[in-house]
């Protein structure tokens, strides 16, 4: 019984240690597995196609994240296939961008049934997962024009292996979403009400004039309740009004 304290306190840390462990296990086996495909002839006419174009990898990025819904994990296949020396690192680092398209595309489908302040968080992870990507792929791509130093060569003074310097490519991508938040601030909330409004009864059942402490006051909380019927009868006193000026026929079943 003693233990179980200790145990639970320790939970969190245990369970990404282990998790961080099965990943590396894997990732050896999956280097293992990678070997048959460099005598694969349709698989090289495939790498060839990726390595012959930028943008084909950037989309190939974003199309693996719909069907595989795990960008970590679509990386560690791609850094898996370049250390076997079938991809290109700088058209890992585009396909690995393009999974920001892919989380879009994901967050937008799957929020179709959202209304309100949901919509409008899966609205903010669509944006942030563009920004970054289009930030990492422009960046390749600017990099590949100008000769300039892409996200992989600029930390190669730290002499890391090829692998960790794509996996720390691929961290800074996943760090550029607080910097979209930096960068929109305060206007972001603006521009997500623009995008899903709140419905009216969303808006009508918010409080509007009660408070948390308005429990601590009695006399004030009596006020503030008579201002909150106050507001909801008038809301449908201007709601009753638009239906009696509305052109079609209103039935109410009695």
Known sequence: TCALPIFSRWKPILGTLFGIAFMLYGLVHLKRAAEPLQASESFAVITGALNNSYLLAFFTGGVLRLVIQSSSGISVILITLCGRGLLAPELVLMAMAGTGLGIAGSVLL?????QGEGLRIAYWQALASVF??????????????????????????LHLSLETSLATAFLFQMLLYPVAGWVTGRRAPAWLARLAPEQAEVTLARPAFLTEGAVEQPELALEEVRKEQLRLLKARSEEHTSELQSPYVISYAV
């Open 110 to 114: 799957f929020g179709r049934g959202l």
């Open 132 to 157: 970054s990507s289009l930030v990492m792929g422009g960046w390749c791509l600017l990099a590949h024009v100008t000769g300039l130093p892409n996200a992989r060569q600029l930390i190669q003074p």
